[in-house]
């Protein structure tokens, strides 16, 4: 069974910085993108970042400019650098990942994000 680790919420004051990181210890399973989502109290979780393989990333809009996603799928781990944070980026955050072979979604526990004004 795949596990993904998170580590890195917590509280930050508005502007502040966290940085997010998750791993598997299942070295020889092989991913093709790995990711983070976040959900909001009385929202629909949404995709936050990617990485895909082939180096390819892509950001919500929303937090262009603000956060920066980094890793290396063929180690399976990935980052979420959040800079610039303000309250509307209050959630919890998954992290997410895609199966190679089986294209299985593999979600990790969540960890919690919160940004006081």
């Known amino acids: 069974q795949v596990q993904l680790v998170e580590s890195g919420g917590g509280l930050v004051q508005a502007g502040g910085s966290l940085r997010l990181s998750c791993a598997t210890a299942?070295?020889?399973?092989?991913?093709?993108?790995m990711g983070w989502y976040r959900q909001a109290p009385g929202k629909w979780r949404e995709l936050v970042a990617v990485?895909?393989?082939?180096?390819?990333?892509n950001l919500a809009d929303s937090v262009k400019g603000r956060f920066i996603v980094s890793g290396d799928i063929a180690k399976n781990s990935v980052d979420l650098q959040m800079n610039s944070l303000k309250p509307e980026d209050t959630a919890v955050y998954y992290c997410?990942?895609?199966?190679?072979?089986?294209?299985?979604?593999?979600w990790g526990q969540g960890t919690q994000v919160t940004v006081s004004s």
């Open positions: 997410h990942a895609v199966g190679r072979l089986s294209k299985r979604d593999y």
């Open positions: 990485i895909i393989s082939g180096d390819i990333t």
């Open positions: 299942r070295s020889t399973f092989e991913f093709t993108e």
